[in-house]
């Protein structure tokens, strides 16, 4: 049977059959973040980070890239104390509002936080989320 009869009797398309995947091999890296955690047990996750960093590895932890070549980024609030995360949400893109509204969504649920450490990302650094943190404080 052909591959293209296969495919139409099982309503399966061709191209994803076809399908070669362009991502790098996770192996050497993986094996590599076990090896640091299994030596260096105390560390985090940005510690590990700037020493794969260090060593040359080109990764980061919150945003991907899609088979098709769109970028992803994913919106991690993380109780460092606790370590719970209660807003993971990944998106294309963000905007200030974006932000507000997850956090809007889940402070209710499990309380405010009293301080709020971001990264310098534009979404991070407006008016919009500086004047919800100031209404809630």
């Known amino acids: 049977m052909s591959i293209r009869r296969a495919c139409r009797v099982l309503e399966f398309d061709t191209s ?3 399908y070669k995947s362009r991502r790098r ?5 993986e094996a590599r973040i076990k ?8 560390y985090g996750y940005r510690r590990v980070h700037v020493m794969l960093t260090r060593e040359g590895w ?3 932890f919150v945003h991907d890239q899609l088979a098709t070549g769109k970028k992803i980024r994913v919106l991690t609030v993380v109780d460092t104390f606790s370590r719970y995360v209660p807003v993971l949400d990944p998106r294309f893109s963000y905007r200030a509002e974006d932000v507000v509204r997850a956090l809007e969504q889940v402070c209710p649920k499990i309380g405010y936080p009293k301080t709020i450490r971001v990264d310098q990302g534009s979404e991070f650094v407006t008016r919009d989320l ?3 943190a100031y209404a809630k404080a």
Request: with cysteine; hydrophobic share 30%; net charge negative.
């Open 25 to 29: 091999n996770q192996a050497g890296i």
């Open 58 to 60: 080109d990764i980061n």
């Open 35 to 42: 090896d640091i955690c299994a030596t260096r047990i105390r």
């Open 130 to 132: 500086d004047l919800c």
């Open 16 to 18: 994803t059959y076809h």
